[in-house]
């Protein structure tokens, strides 16, 4: 029983995941007003380092988006 | 494992122990250069759910539930539980789901998680509860998601490679490096158990601290 019980509740849970993936990216676009991220080629893709300097500056977090590494950030500081 | 309060126990004492793993994840470092290859993605959408580094043993997060097995729960149960809740987490991680009212700082919401994902300032090392946020309000780390302030998400330096590999070892590899740069033990110890981003003081050309 348990042989096919687990694979089972497994397969649903993959199938549901994987549908609720696809679902929220058809909605993206009309919701967000920009292509999903794997439109553009991956995740970490989806802001240009020039737009993600714009939104950093906007929040404060300029010197850090506009370097690869971290700088400048002390240990006091939260830093991930 | 009998009885319904028994799960109902493990449940409970299961999210208090992964909401601690989750909080030493982010505040200390050697755990921190798995824990942020989760963190690494720009966008916040449910594929990043699974963006999971591969090397949690390595960095010790099975030390975490160990109490639960020392105190008696069979440890399959453990791990069972463990699943369910990284299996609840999957819905958390989208932009497309509103708050959702009174549940709000008593579950672990999309919009609680999204400020847990969140760059901004105010934002970071917060909501770190698996299925319920009452720990992070215990503990002092709950914050609501402000709908006036646009989640920046990812890094603070943000991750822009597309190599799998550099993705899930690079920040062991900036670990290692730091770690070499180091002049002494006790700087190469603070590295690894000091919150990300921390960096011994500097020394001048003579030698002086």
């Known amino acids: 029983m348990e042989l096919f019980l687990y694979p089972t509740i497994g397969g649903v849970i993959y199938v549901g995941f994987l549908a609720a993936i696809l679902l929220e990216a058809s909605l993206y676009k009309s919701r967000r007003g920009k292509p999903y991220p794997w439109a553009e080629g991956g995740i970490s893709r989806s802001l240009s380092p020039s737009a993600t300097a714009l939104r950093a500056s906007s929040i404060g977090l300029l010197s850090s988006a506009s370097s690869p590494e971290p700088s400048g950030i002390g240990a006091s500081t939260p830093c991930r | ?209």
């Open chain 2, 1 to 209: 494992m009998n009885k319904w309060w028994a799960w109902a126990l493990l449940a409970l004492s299961q999210d208090f122990f992964f909401y601690w793993y989750h909080r030493a994840a982010h505040r200390i470092e050697y755990m921190w250069a798995s824990h942020r290859v989760h963190h690494s993605p720009n966008e916040l959408v449910l594929a990043s759910a699974y963006r999971l580094p591969c090397t949690l043993i390595l960095s010790l997060n099975w030390v975490f539930y160990m109490p639960l097995v020392w105190i008696g729960f069979p440890p399959l149960a453990v791990f069972g539980v463990l699943a369910l809740n990284l299996a609840y987490q999957f819905w958390l991680h989208t932009t497309l789901i509103p708050r959702l009212g009174p549940i709000e700082g008593i579950l672990n919401t999309p919009s609680a998680h999204r400020v847990h994902h969140g760059r901004n300032p105010e934002y970071l090392d917060k909501n770190f509860g698996g299925t319920l946020m009452i720990f992070d309000r215990i503990f002092g780390t709950y914050q609501p998601e402000d709908p006036k302030i646009e989640i920046s998400y990812g890094l603070v330096a943000q991750e822009y490679s597309l190599n799998p590999l550099w993705v899930a070892y690079g920040g062991f590899v900036k670990l290692i490096r730091d770690l070499c740069k180091a002049h002494n033990w006790r700087d190469r110890w603070d590295l690894l158990i000091k919150p990300p981003g921390w960096t011994p003081a500097p020394t001048s050309a003579l030698g002086n601290p």
